[in-house]
């Protein structure tokens, strides 16, 4: 898994072109030792990007995954059995998917609830009233944890003891807004001593230490992918 790690977390290759390098050569591990003239003949990356590839070799990733791990970050890649179903057939998914708490249930009917940040309080209002009601009808609500209409909703979800995910555009270490910190706090932590039901979860491309925001995501795009599965 750690090699799965390095492979999404390098720089300068899409994760469709990821993707396309596991399916060939099998492992994320193959992929590291592989020689240079081996990924040319592949046919799948250009000079540039095969430099990339060489270049992240250097690069102190066993580390970086110890310390992931020890934050309590549960790393997902593309062709692990936890990667949600509906999500792999998204437009070009995200190569790996950097988890806190759970991941929404595949067999659960899922609403995004998402709009507005600069909102009225009528607005907010209803956003909390559609979260609570929805959960309390069974449904997952799935949003972006930013201020206005979707926090809004997945605070409404929590206030019935529903089911509510984030999706965040930055690392999942890091909680933005800041003034969301208690519901970021909430969607991890256990409940009345019962498991978390609720997560955090990020596809952001770069090592999810280095990020301070993944710019596609913060545009719209890179949360829009996961939306479009819910």
């Not at 609830?113 to 600069?118: E, N």
Request: net charge positive; hydrophobic share 35%; glycine share 14%.
């Amino acid at each position: 898994m750690m090699y799965e790690y390095w492979l999404a977390s390098l720089q300068g290759v899409s994760s469709g072109k990821k993707m396309l390098l596991r399916r060939r050569f099998k492992n994320a591990k193959t992929i590291y030792n592989i020689e240079e003239r081996e990924l040319l003949f592949s046919g799948i990356l250009k000079e540039k990007e095969i430099q990339a590839v060489v270049s992240a070799r250097k690069n102190s990733f066993g580390e970086e995954y110890e310390r992931m791990a020890q934050k309590g970050i549960s790393f997902v890649p593309y062709f692990s059995e936890r990667y949600p179903k509906r999500l792999r057939t998204v437009l070009n998914p995200p190569y790996a998917l950097y988890v806190r708490g759970e991941l929404p249930g595949e067999e659960t009917v899922s609403v995004a609830i998402v709009g507005a940040r600069r909102c009225t309080p009528y607005g907010e209002e209803m956003a909390q009233r559609y979260g609570r009601s929805l959960a309390q009808a069974g449904v997952q609500i799935i949003s972006g944890m930013a201020r206005g209409i979707d926090g809004a909703g997945q605070r409404g979800a929590l206030n019935a003891q529903g089911k509510t995910y984030g999706v965040l555009g930055c690392g999942v270490d890091i909680c933005y807004p800041r003034e969301n910190f208690g519901l970021y706090m909430e969607l991890q932590e256990t409940g009345a001593g019962h498991k978390t039901t609720s997560g955090l979860f990020s596809g952001a491309q770069q090592n999810y230490q280095r990020i301070v925001g993944c710019g596609a995501c913060h545009r719209g795009g890179g949360k829009k992918r996961f939306f479009n599965y819910c």
